[in-house]
């Protein structure tokens, strides 16, 4: 069956760094573009990064531009999120997207809780 689980989440001080990972089964990894979502209490799901299938492409939303680096490995069935510099705002709980066509999956989710 298809899953998602990403790892790496935890708690960092304000300016520190994390890497989280989604693990990817069940499905051709290679054929689907990735995306990173994140949802804080009480606030919608929002869009962080993107990459292409292949990885030739990505897009970050304004709050990750020049912090935040996605990146994956086909290899491994893996996608990666630098997240450097990290603010209490970027407080939430991450998931991980896979997406081709009208098809969709998603992840469990990673806490990442960023003290001030």
């Known amino acids: 069956q298809v899953q998602l689980v990403e790892s790496g989440g935890g708690l960092v001080q304000a300016g520190g760094s994390l890497r989280l990972s989604c693990a990817a089964s069940g499905f051709t990894f290679s054929n689907y573009a990735m995306a990173w979502f994140r949802q804080a209490p009480g606030k919608e799901r929002e869009f962080v990064a993107f990459i292409s299938s292949a990885g030739g492409s990505t897009n970050y939303a304004d709050f990750a531009k020049g912090r935040f680096t996605i990146s994956r490995d086909n290899a491994k069935n893996t996608v990666y999120l630098q997240m450097n510099s990290l603010k209490s705002e970027d407080t939430a709980v991450y998931y991980c997207?896979?997406?081709?066509?009208?098809?969709?999956?998603w992840g469990q989710g990673t806490q990442v809780t960023v003290s001030s």
């Open positions: 997207n896979a997406r081709r066509f009208s098809t969709d999956y």
